[in-house]
């Protein structure tokens, strides 16, 4: 997701969001304190994204587009989704099956997708929707029904991933930056983990939270130990994240693909890169009316909270569940493998042709989003180059 420079101000909540706030605020300080007054940061993230009724995702505030908090590459231009298109229709065409994406946003791809492979005749069996988010899923199906019938009868929406074995490509669009994760700084006596307490009140009234280090436990200790012992020295003081969620949720997926692709596309990084010594304050951002900042406790609830995603650690979830790497490259890599420059070029006039090459610039750009988001291929029982990492393969930095 993009979203404009931060700034010192953000914009004002508005009374409703204000009461939604103090009511996931509540709910939070009521776990806390029933946890003994620290709760890990993965554990507040998972509140405040996903707390029923409550979290950002679980509740009602509109989070994509210019009216939302940030806007993702499909919300940017139609390339995006017809160059995925394309990218699914070489699977497709070898594996047969269905689509199924992870976390649809608005259904904007899905729509671009399905018409892009109606246009070269590889439409799926089904495609299908796993959304968390009850009004993003609303506003799926709006835009969705406006569709031809030959391609609206093929979507349905799935409350969890299905029990049969897809065939064919998963689709995950900035899905795998919005799985809580756990924090970590580095000291003079290792590792400690930065978790949440509570804070205190100017008027005693309001609900504030801060961040609290204490003593890493075995696992969180094991695997930041694991990890610096391939890095360069971090600085005392270093702080950083890591999600341990990554390799569970890449083994589910595993278990569901039963023959053809997963492509992620998020914006991130290989693990030399992410923990590099410089970055001393890790990758978390919070996103709240097209305003990107580092501070999560603002705004509970009511702005998204994420991280950058390790691709490293990706890359050896998908090994354990027994997925091929089958590429990795940037965004801007993978979308002009795909024909980018020509979809824009083959605009009818030259207004839309001159629209269409600024939104393919945003998309390309390494400023914007070329270089930061990335895309990555996991296979199972796919033995074909895929054309989407023809022109770059950045898989010797994992």
């Known amino acids: 997701m993009t979203a404009s420079p931060g700034r010192s101000i953000l914009p004002p909540l508005s009374p409703a969001e204000q009461r939604h706030s103090r009511a996931l605020a509540a709910r939070i300080r009521e776990q806390l304190l029933a946890a003994g007054g620290w709760l890990s940061f993965e554990r507040f993230m998972e509140l405040a994204l996903y707390a029923p009724g409550l979290g950002y995702y679980s509740a009602g505030s509109t989070k994509l587009g210019g009216g939302g908090d940030f806007v993702t590459a499909p919300e940017v231009s139609d390339l995006f989704g017809r160059c995925l298109a394309r990218q699914c229709a070489?699977?497709?065409?070898?594996?047969?099956?269905?689509?199924?994406?992870?976390?649809?946003?608005?259904?904007?791809?899905?729509?671009?997708?399905?018409?892009?492979?109606?246009?070269?005749?590889?439409?799926?069996?089904?495609?299908?929707?796993?959304?968390?988010s009850g009004d993003l899923r609303e506003r799926q199906r709006r835009r969705l029904a406006t569709l031809p019938a030959a391609l609206r009868e093929r979507i349905v929406w799935l409350e969890r991933l299905p029990e049969l074995p897809v065939r064919g490509v998963i689709l995950a669009n900035?899905?795998?930056?919005?799985?809580?994760?756990?924090?970590?700084?580095?000291?003079?006596?290792?590792?400690?983990?930065?978790?949440?307490?509570?804070?205190?009140?100017?008027?005693?009234?309001?609900i504030r939270f801060r961040d609290a280090a204490r003593a890493a436990d075995p696992d969180l200790a094991g695997v930041?130990?694991?990890?610096?012992?391939?890095?360069?020295?971090?600085?005392?003081?270093?702080?950083?994240?890591?999600?341990?969620?990554?390799?569970?949720?890449?083994?589910?997926?595993?278990?569901?693909?039963?023959?053809?692709?997963?492509?992620?596309?998020?914006?991130?990084?290989?693990?030399?890169?992410?923990?590099?010594?410089?970055?001393?304050?890790?990758?978390?951002?919070?996103?709240?009316?097209?305003?990107?900042?580092?501070?999560?406790?603002?705004?509970?609830?009511?702005?998204?909270i994420t991280a950058w995603v390790d691709f490293t650690r990706v890359a050896e979830a998908a090994s354990a569940a027994g997925l091929s790497l089958g590429g990795f490259a940037t965004q801007a890599a993978f979308l002009l493998a795909l024909g980018i420059e020509s979809l824009a070029a083959a605009a009818a006039d030259g207004a839309r042709r001159a629209r269409l090459a600024g939104e393919a610039l945003r998309l390309l750009m390494p400023e914007e989003m070329g270089e930061s988001f990335k895309a990555m291929a996991l296979t199972r029982d796919l033995e074909i180059p895929l054309v989407g990492f023809a022109v770059q393969d950045l898989r010797h930095l994992l």
């Not at 199924?100 to 439409?123: F, K, M, P, Q």
């Open 174 to 206: 900035e899905v795998a930056d919005a799985l809580p994760c756990r924090r970590f700084a580095c000291g003079a006596e290792g590792v400690t983990e930065v978790g949440v307490a509570l804070a205190s009140s100017p008027t005693g009234e309001e």
């Open 224 to 304: 930041c130990a694991a990890m610096r012992a391939t890095l360069s020295e971090l600085p005392q003081g270093y702080t950083s994240e890591v999600c341990l969620q990554l390799a569970p949720w890449i083994a589910s997926l595993g278990d569901t693909l039963e023959r053809g692709l997963l492509l992620l596309t998020d914006y991130g990084l290989p693990r030399r890169h992410y923990y590099h010594p410089q970055r001393t304050s890790g990758t978390l951002r919070c996103h709240f009316k097209q305003r990107a900042h580092a501070d999560p406790y603002l705004n509970v609830g009511v702005q998204d």
């Open 90 to 132: 070489q699977v497709l065409a070898v594996t047969g099956g269905e689509i199924l994406e992870l976390g649809a946003g608005t259904g904007r791809l899905a729509a671009v997708v399905l018409a892009e492979l109606a246009a070269h005749d590889l439409l799926p069996e089904r495609y299908a929707i796993l959304e968390v």
